[in-house]
C-alpha cells in the first residue's frame, strides 16, 4: 500500500525548503553523525564520499529537491531512480530506511532548534515515509531483476 501525503504536509515540507536552502548541509552531516553509530549501517556507505563532502552534499541537494518540488513529484522521477539504482548497488534494503528517519528527524531538529516545530517535524516524518515507500517500490523491482 502507497502512502499519501496530506495537502498541509506539502504545504509544511514547501514551506521548509528556504530553511533547507541555508541547512541542509548541516542537517546531513548531522544526520550521518547520528546514523554512523551503526557500524552495519556505516559499512553501507563510500567512506570516501562521506570524508570528501560529497555524500552529505547530495544528500541535502535531494532532500532540498523534494522540498521544493514534493506538489510535482514527476519532476523527481528521474532522481528518485537514480537512487534506488544505487542503493540497490550498496545493498541497502527496506529495513535500513527506519534508522535512516531516526537519524533525519532529529538532525533537522538539532540544526533547526524551534523552527522544527512538531507540526514540521510532523510533516517531514510523514514526506519521509511517503519518500521511502516509493524508493523501497523501485527497489524491490531492482531486486527482483537481478
Known amino acids: ?13 514547501k514551506s521548509t525548503a528556504p530553511a533547507l536552502q541555508e541547512h541542509g548541509l548541516v542537517i546531513t552531516k548531522r544526520m550521518y553523525e547520528r546514523l554512523f553509530v551503526d557500524p552495519e549501517i556505516k559499512k553501507l556507505f563510500d567512506q570516501a564520499a562521506q570524508a570528501s563532502g560529497e555524500q552529505p552534499k547530495r544528500l541535502a541537494a535531494a532532500i532540498l529537491a523534494f522540498a521544493q518540488n514534493v506538489d510535482k513529484l514527476d519532476v523527481l522521477k528521474s532522481a528518485i531512480a537514480r537512487i534506488a539504482k544505487r542503493h540497490v548497488a550498496t545493498r541497502v ?14 538532525a533537522i531538529k538539532d540544526v533547526l532548534g524551534d523552527a522544527a516545530s512538531d507540526e514540521v517535524l510532523k510533516a517531514w516524518g510523514e514526506a519521509y ?17 537481478h
Open 93 to 106: 534494503k527496506s529495513e535500513h530506511y527506519p534508522s535512516v528517519a531516526n537519524a533525519l528527524l532529529p
Open 1 to 13: 500500500m502507497t502512502r499519501t501525503m496530506s495537502p498541509e504536509t506539502i504545504a509544511i515540507v
Open 129 to 145: 515515509w511517503f519518500l521511502a515507500d516509493v524508493l523501497i517500490g523501485e527497489e524491490a523491482a531492482l531486486y527482483a531483476e
